[in-house]
């Protein structure tokens, strides 16, 4: 879930405060989910908590820019030693939410499309194309920025 978020966010520790805010909200529950539906139910809760960080992150930039009038700087690709890592690692928050979301879920927590349809609230065959056009436009992007 650390991962999902973290990759949803961009920043390792608005996830963990994501991560931690959906154990909370576990904890309060009553009753308790238990066995599949808990796994979905601390995802959702999880992109839910992001989407509320996000929001939150969007309108402190956008106060931040009209205050100081000076645009929010933005952390650069991480060090990596093979440039296709590096571009790619750039190439990635330039995706739309939705589609880099669904690459996440995919990818990096390798939930089948009805999963990621369920915990998205999106129909499958949307949860593909999805899929199938952020793996385009990091192609496409990636192609850009390599030399």
């Known amino acids: 879930m650390l991962r999902y978020a973290a990759g949803f966010l961009q920043d390792h520790a608005l996830a963990q405060d994501a991560v931690q805010e959906a154990f909370v909200s576990l904890v309060r529950q009553k009753p ?3 066995g599949d539906y808990l796994r979905h139910w601390l995802f959702m809760v999880t992109r839910n908590k992001a989407l509320d960080i996000l929001r939150k992150e969007k309108r402190r930039a956008w106060l931040h820019w009209k205050f100081s009038k ?18 790619l690692a750039a190439a ?19 939930l089948p499309h009805e999963q990621i349809a369920t915990l998205t609230g999106r129909s499958p065959g949307h949860c593909r194309k999805l899929l199938h056009e952020a793996v385009a436009q990091l192609k496409h992007l990636v192609e850009k920025i390599e030399p």
């Open 32 to 34: 308790m989910p238990s």
């Open 70 to 87: 000076e645009p929010r700087e933005t952390g650069g690709a991480p060090e990596h030693a093979d440039p296709r890592v590096r571009a």
């Open 92 to 110: 990635l928050p330039k995706l739309n939410p939705a589609r880099r979301e669904v690459l996440l879920l995919r990818l990096q927590q390798g």
